[in-house]
């Protein structure tokens, strides 16, 4: 796992509760925590601190995972406003990872490995999103959805229908964008 993920957690945790905070995840999950954007890490290491977090929480690791991943999504859109700019709406950002993001991280982080979407239009004008990876982090992603659409000032509903978490072999989710919110 590239240390910018690292980096982005210690980010969220210390804004919303305070470098203080950091340290007793650093210290519940019995690590170090001296991480470079650069660098990787093993990935056991970001599921310490999930794990961590879930106990200090008592919230589901799953739920800190959407947590981190919507209140990263600010710190992402600042940082790489490229990736942001070229969109007015969520859906078509969501349909760039693939083609866009991912293949930039890999330029950026040498030896990154992202997870793989696919993605198919509905009928009823929903999206039905595939979320392929070994890392298991659909919670993450499912986050980084719900804090674009903040971003781009709209809603949706994402409804995780299939989870490796349960035993199936990939997710399969199903977003359903809604209006922009006015003003």
């Known amino acids: 796992m590239k240390g910018l ?4 957690l210690e980010e969220v945790v210390t804004r919303h509760q305070g470098e203080d905070a950091w340290d007793a995840l650093l210290e519940g999950a019995g690590l170090e925590g001296a991480y470079t954007s650069l660098g990787s890490y093993p990935d056991e290491q970001l599921h310490r601190l999930v794990g961590a977090a879930s106990q200090a929480l008592d919230m589901p690791p799953f739920e800190v995972l959407r947590w981190f991943g919507r209140e990263a ?15 007015s709406s969520t859906r078509p950002f969501v349909l760039s ?12 982080y040498p030896g990154a490995d992202v997870p793989t979407f696919g993605f198919r239009d509905e009928p009823d004008g929903s999206l039905m999103m595939t979320y392929r990876s070994p890392r298991r982090l659909c919670a993450l992603a499912h986050g980084f959805i719900e804090g674009a659409a903040v971003h781009f000032g709209e809603t949706l509903w994402f409804d995780h229908l299939t989870c490796m978490h349960k035993g199936d072999p990939e997710c399969h989710c199903r977003i359903t964008f809604h209006q922009q919110r006015q003003g």
Request: hydrophobic share 45%; aromatic share 12%.
């Open 5 to 8: 993920v690292f980096n982005l």
């Open 97 to 108: 990872v693939n083609q866009i993001i991912h293949p930039e991280v890999r330029n950026i």
């Open 73 to 87: 999504m600010p710190l992402l859109a600042s940082r790489y406003p490229a990736y942001f700019s070229p969109h």
